[in-house]
């Protein structure tokens, strides 16, 4: 059976991610206090939180720790990713006992990011009414409008333009790295150690992210290495106990990509469902890791319904980019700068300027969270300690473009296309 090495490899990382005592409880989870139990807002019991090891039967719970209490799923979130970034590393070294060979086709690599139900699901329907009196913006209508001129910016130009005098960034060329370079505001950009205690050296930030491309923290830090209660202690300087400013949040959409992979995982199906084998249709349909959709799709296995559904999921991820720059260029959010991951698709940094993270959380959960993913933004990425991609870098050899930049955005939302146009191109 695919996966059987899973369970193996992350018994051997509980104790390294996960902080306190777990027992297990019945093969393949255990249970303990929850990492999150000061976030509690009830009592809270040692039978709380579990950690499965694998996959269930039905595919809709993967590695990882849940909890009976919804007010500790943001320590449990990141933890998690790293439990599964653990799990699916690259490691020549490591072999399971046995027999069971390690990462066969047709594993699911990541387990799917828990998404709490009250989150509302994309619907490009919704998307398409909003922006029906939008003309179509392309990145030189966003270029034309911005009050810094974008082209040709360099990393710490932009971070100069976007955070305050004496601020600190954090930059990173590794994603799940300690942050390899820091920006001063006012002073330019340092080299810094992955270790503590080492001074850090003055230095230029890279620009060739090479295939990777480059971040950067969205919200400013103090550059300094705390201990991370979250991570049973586990020293970091890109934690929430770094953060200096809860400044900004990051509205990005990732809705093209799930749209081109239904639209595949469709046409694969069709080709199991002609070979008369529903099983591997079925196992081609939970690639997506939305049991739900799965569940429907598989309520009628119909070759030509599958093939349908296909064509029209790809000409939603082909109108979907320009619905979503019209979004952009309409949206009373007090956008402070969009960009691109090196690619088409358009992250904005936008401005909430909150005054701790228990305000910042607050704002996700009531507005923010409950609004945007409808039409289109991608949940996930909406968190007050976010890793951003950092403009004026290249990924794979492909700018990290940045498009807009308005160092001082309205607070009350005014839209990008209710701005003058500054220049034309």
Known sequence: MAGEWIPEKARGLISKVFPGAWEESQPG???????????????SAETDCRIHLGYSADGKTGPGAFCLHKSCQGVLQALNEEFRNGIFAKEPNWKPSGNAPVAEEGVVKRAPMNREAWIPEFQIGKLRGLVAGVPACSPEYFIERSPVDPRKLTPGEFFEHAFRVGERIVVFTEFMGPGDYLWEVGKGGFRLARERDVKAVRSNLPVDGGKE??????????????????RA????????????????MVVESDEVKKLKLKAAALKGAVSSLK??????????????????????????????????????YLADSRELPGLWNRLLAMAPLAIKAIYSSGGDSWHALVNVDMASKVDFD?????????????????????????????????RDGKLQR?????????SQGIPIRDLPKIRNL
Do not use: F
């Not at 103090?222 to 201990?227: E, F, I, K, N």
């Not at 249709?281 to 429907?296: G, H, V």
């Not at 609004?371 to 870098?393: F, Q």
């Open 275 to 312: 070979a008369g084998n529903l099983e591997d249709a079925e196992a081609e349909l939970t690639t997506c890791k939305d049991p739900k959709w799965t569940e429907a799709m598989m309520k009628d296995a119909s070759e030509e319904r599958w093939l349908s559904l296909a064509e029209g």
């Open 402 to 410: 940045c498009i807009y930049l308005n160092p001082n955005p309205s």
């Open 29 to 43: 989870i255990y249970q303990g206090r929850c990492p999150g139990e000061n976030l509690h807002h009830g009592a």
């Open 213 to 230: 491309g480059v971040w950067y923290l969205c919200n400013p830090v103090d550059g300094l290495w705390h201990p991370n209660p979250r």
């Open 233 to 248: 202690g586990k020293y970091s300087r890109r934690s929430e106990e770094s953060v200096t400013r809860w400044a900004h």
């Open 362 to 394: 607050h704002y996700l959960r009531s507005a923010a969270k409950r609004i945007l993913p409808k039409i289109g933004a991608d949940p996930g990425a909406m968190t007050p300690v976010r890793l951003s991609r950092a403009p004026g870098c290249t």
